[in-house]
């Protein structure tokens, strides 16, 4: 029997598993990197480990300081949690020779499944070599062998764009696996991911634990995912089914895993890989069957028998990833405090809670949410409804975005969701909200409420008075902050204080009920909505959740500060990260043209690219891989001038000179 369990992981799926254990009576181990020494999981294990340093490849990827930690804590087991070690045979082979159980199928399984060009062969499917790809394979996905999570991962269209993403795909690989083996697979631009779930004992059982759809994915990682998959046909469920038992059945499997396919238009399945762990994705299926997942790793793992038929399903599940991150500025990674995490009525899985700081050293999940349901249309109304009502104060989140794809005609109507959603609706979607005009008022009120206004002996009205807001992070809209570090847009709200309480001058159709520091409720068309807002003391953000959903300003200076402007051409980090790489033969002088990709940031395991704003000459770089560098911090100038054959033939611009100011706006 286990008695005490290091979880070779953090954040969400670490507290995942302990919550598990202690309904079970299985004391905790956690370890944790520098940034983590506070973290949640930490604070809920009953022992934690050091393992120092901050980088993963310092800590949480090194196998022999785990297995350290593990023998030190007094512990007898280990689970691997998903992703860093967990799908490492040698990381298996350690655990078990250091006398540990091991929480997972076999190493011997892990390493036939590890390499997905190696669990290809295993059924049957010859993944095509990218070094003998013709015009006639387009598109192709360029993908790591040796891992996931959309990592060295690359879509190519056309043959001449091809040396350039292998060359990415290798060195993302490497960097991220440690294995820079890359294969290309037909890549289907409408097709549906859907998974089978697996579980199986050491006594010949295979559980097929049902479907599910992870199709709404951004950067070839999933964003919503549901179980079943809707719209399926029995037959091919079966041929599903059949596959994927045959797959483990072939590998000696044993414990959690799951077989990924992609189904193309014609209702063909593509086998994609074998992951031999937890999937992020697990609530669904346990909602669905009734079963804790983790409990059952657990039990298999200490030899126990399943029943021969797993338990009937029940219902739909439809399960949210909350990130921190900016959807309208390309997913950009998100820090800071997490102030609030409130999302009522639904199962929230999370490794955060109030008052965590979001760091830039790892994956950028907040928190998953998961709704259960009778029906499919049922579960997408209540997910969608508890994401709206839920307070999230902190990072800018892709919170709205989840509400808008829950209730997307083409996501509600079964199986007619695909892989390319958001390439198709990303625009619409990050849309500012449609309330956000009243919400801003109800900001203006909530502070001007938080101060005293004029005396009871004064009875005439006071002049209007102004507070200016930008729309989400650093005050900018959809687009960011403007060139001079202001809004690109936002809200203008003048208000007035009378006798029986506020006039809004520009507002006319909108009646102020009531106004206090906390909360506003504004009559607009006969309707009276109440808005809650909160403003952190010593920010310029302020939260103000409504009827309508969640808004996220930023207070605008009266008065701009010029010495905030930046010099025209100007590359600012869009996040705080990691310089991974800079482009090649890239110096002061050179010349660029627009979209070149210049540089990569590295930031909550994903990477970004730097690309040059306008064709000209580099006159600055202030980046080196291996850089850390803050939000908005100088990257590189890109000096706007023509070619030297320019259009008056003297290689200058046209019309009027640009000023000497280094601080003077950059042109529109």
């Not at 200490?302 to 029940?314: K, T, V």
């Amino acid at each position: 029997m286990i008695e005490t369990l290091l979880v070779a992981n953090r954040g969400e799926i670490a507290c995942r598993v302990f919550r598990t254990c202690r309904d079970l009576g299985i004391r905790t181990v956690a370890v944790h990197s520098d940034p983590d020494a506070g973290a949640l999981h930490v604070r809920e294990a009953d022992a934690a480990v050091r393992l120092p340093g901050a980088a993963p490849a310092d800590t949480y990827l090194r196998g022999d300081l785990v297995v350290a930690a593990a023998l030190a804590a007094g512990a007898d087991a280990v689970h691997p949690g998903y992703g860093f070690l967990s799908e490492s045979a040698a990381f298996a082979r350690e655990v078990e020779a250091a006398g540990l159980t091991w929480i997972g199928p076999p190493p011997e399984a892990v390493e036939a499944m590890a390499s997905k060009t190696r669990a290809k062969r295993l059924l049957g499917v010859e993944p095509l070599d990218p070094e003998a790809l013709t015009e006639a394979d387009l598109p192709v996905l360029v993908k790591a062998a040796a891992g996931g999570g959309g990592r060295g991962m690359r879509v190519v269209r056309e043959m001449a764009a091809l040396p350039g993403e292998l060359a990415a795909a290798r060195a993302e690989a490497l960097s991220a696996f440690g294995d820079g083996e890359v294969f290309a697979e037909p890549y289907l631009e409408r097709g549906r991911h859907v998974e089978v779930q697996l579980l199986a004992d050491a006594h010949g059982t295979v559980w097929p634990l049902g479907t599910r759809d992870c199709s709404l994915q951004r950067r070839h990682q999933k964003v919503v995912e549901e179980a079943p998959a809707p719209g399926l046909p029995e037959a091919l469920v079966k041929e599903l089914y059949d596959t994927a038992v045959r797959a483990a059945r072939a590998v000696g499997y044993r414990g959690a895993g799951t077989v990924e396919f992609l189904i193309g238009p014609d209702g063909t399945a593509h086998f994609l890989e074998m992951n031999t762990r937890l999937q992020v994705e697990h609530p669904v299926t346990e909602a669905v069957y009734g079963v804790d997942l983790v409990a059952l790793q657990l039990r298999v793992a200490e030899g126990a028998a399943l029943p021969p038929e797993p338990p009937a399903p029940r219902g739909h599940a439809v399960e949210a990833r909350l990130y921190a991150e900016d959807p309208a500025r390309s997913f950009a990674p998100q820090t800071g405090t997490l102030h609030a995490l409130d999302v009522p009525g639904v199962r929230l899985d999370t490794g955060y809670a109030a008052g965590d700081a979001v760091g830039v050293h790892y994956d950028a999940l907040l928190a998953k949410a998961v709704a259960h349901a009778p029906t499919r249309a049922e579960a997408l109304r209540l997910l969608a409804r508890a994401l709206e009502r839920a307070r999230v104060h902190g990072p800018v989140t892709n919170r709205d975005l989840l509400v808008r794809s829950l209730r997307h005609p083409e996501f509600a109507e079964p199986g007619r969701a695909d892989t390319g959603f958001y390439a198709r609706h990303l625009p619409a979607l990050t849309a500012p909200l449609p309330g956000a005009r009243y919400a801003a008022v109800a900001a203006a009120l909530a502070e001007a409420s938080a101060r005293p206004g004029p005396g009871a002996w004064r009875n005439l009205p006071s002049r209007p008075r102004l507070r200016a807001y930008g729309d989400g992070a650093g005050g900018g809209g959809a687009g960011g902050p403007a060139a001079d570090g202001h809004a690109a847009d936002g809200h203008e709200v003048r208000y007035a204080r009378v006798r029986d309480g506020y006039a809004l001058p520009d507002d006319p159709d909108v009646r102020v009920v009531s106004a206090t520091a906390r909360e506003v409720r504004l009559e607009v068309g006969g309707v009276v909505r109440p808005y809650r807002v909160t403003v952190r003391p010593g920010s310029d953000t302020v939260h103000v959740d409504g009827p309508d959903g969640a808004h996220r300003f930023t207070r605008r200076p009266r008065f701009p500060d010029p010495a905030g402007r930046t010099a025209p051409g100007s590359l600012l980090a869009p996040m705080p990260g990691t310089v991974v790489r800079v482009a090649e033969g890239l110096a002061a002088g050179a010349r660029v043209e627009a979209g070149r990709p210049l540089l990569w940031l590295e930031a909550m395991k994903m990477e970004h690219q730097v690309t040059a704003p306008a064709s000209g000459v580099l006159t600055a770089l202030h980046a080196a891989p291996g850089d850390q560098v803050e939000l908005g911090a100088l990257l590189a100038v890109v000096d706007p001038a023509p070619a030297p054959d320019g259009p008056d033939g003297t290689g200058t611009p046209d019309g009027p000179e640009a000023p000497d100011d280094p601080r003077a706006p950059a042109a529109p």
